[in-house]
């Protein structure tokens, strides 16, 4: 099958180089997202929720608007592109203007009217596994929004729901190569949620890596205890650092880098 490489500036994502996405789970304010990001080695693209869809509805939802600003203007400070999660249709025409990468989140993975807007406009579009969805309802939600024309598609494996509970999901490393025959698309993993536990991310990172995938999304946080989302997960930038080194040599063992 021919290969999709998505091309983003000067960026291809499912070429021989791996790419690296971290930043913070939400957008808190523009001096903790610039603290979250400035130290991060090798990174390619930032990411940080602005328009969040948590679990509970008292949960912190992001700062909207505010957030996309934030991640404008640090992403240009540093010359880096930025993914971020869209909720709904009506954001549409403001993320085309103003962000590099648009995410669809778990949770949205099967709002087939998202998808096919989606499809109408020509951005990267970071599509996650739905947490219980299986591979085949993924490869229909990616074609819900290539059908429309637009196959700027990055597929995203995040942990599924399973009997397992020592972690928050459990990362299915099949989806990888898997993925991989079935689809053009490059594949890319997020361990973070995946593992729900910063402890657990260095190994699901490495073994990602390992099996194929052709980018790591990872959350970070400068002091991860006073995170408004997801803290449990989150890593410090110095963390990060160590575990791309590590994950640099794995790529090398396989023929990619870094
Ligand atoms: C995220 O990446 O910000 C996120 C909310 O993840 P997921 O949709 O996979 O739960
Ligand atoms: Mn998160």
């Given at each position: 099958m021919n290969k999709k490489i998505v091309k983003i500036n000067n960026l291809e994502v499912g070429a021989e180089k791996i790419v690296l996405i971290a930043g913070?789970?939400?957008?808190?304010s523009e001096q903790e997202f610039e603290l979250d990001v400035k130290?991060?080695?090798?990174?390619?693209i930032f990411r940080g929720g602005a328009y969040k869809t948590r679990?509970?509805?008292?949960?912190?939802?992001g700062l909207g608007e505010k957030g996309i600003e934030i991640l404008n203007k640090i992403s240009k400070k540093y010359n880096k592109p930025f993914v971020t999660e869209i909720t709904k249709v009506d954001l549409i025409p403001t993320y085309e203007k103003l962000v590099d990468i648009i995410q669809v989140g778990a949770r949205s993975m099967q709002n087939f009217e998202l998808l096919k807007a989606l499809g109408k406009t020509n951005k990267p579009i970071l599509l996650k596994r739905g947490f219980g969805n299986t591979i085949e309802e993924l490869i229909y939600a990616a074609e819900y929004i290539s059908s429309?024309?637009?196959?700027n598609i990055i597929l995203c494996e995040r942990g599924i729901r399973t009997?397992?509970?020592?972690?928050?999901?459990?990362?299915?490393?099949?989806a990888i190569p898997v993925l991989k025959s079935k689809t053009p698309y490059p594949v890319i993993v997020d361990p973070s949620h995946a593992a729900g536990d910063s402890a657990y991310v260095e190994a699901l990172t490495l073994a990602a890596i390992a099996a194929g995938a052709d980018g790591i999304m990872i959350e970070i946080h400068s002091k991860p205890d006073q995170a408004l989302s997801d803290k449990k997960q989150a890593l410090k930038p110095e963390e990060y650092n160590e575990i791309i080194l590590k994950a640099e040599k794995v790529a090398k063992a396989i023929g990619r880098y870094i």
């Open positions: 913070p789970c939400a957008v808190e130290d991060l080695k090798a990174v390619d679990t509970s509805p008292h949960s912190f939802s429309e024309g637009n196959d009997f397992e509970e020592s972690t928050r999901f459990t990362l299915d490393v099949s």
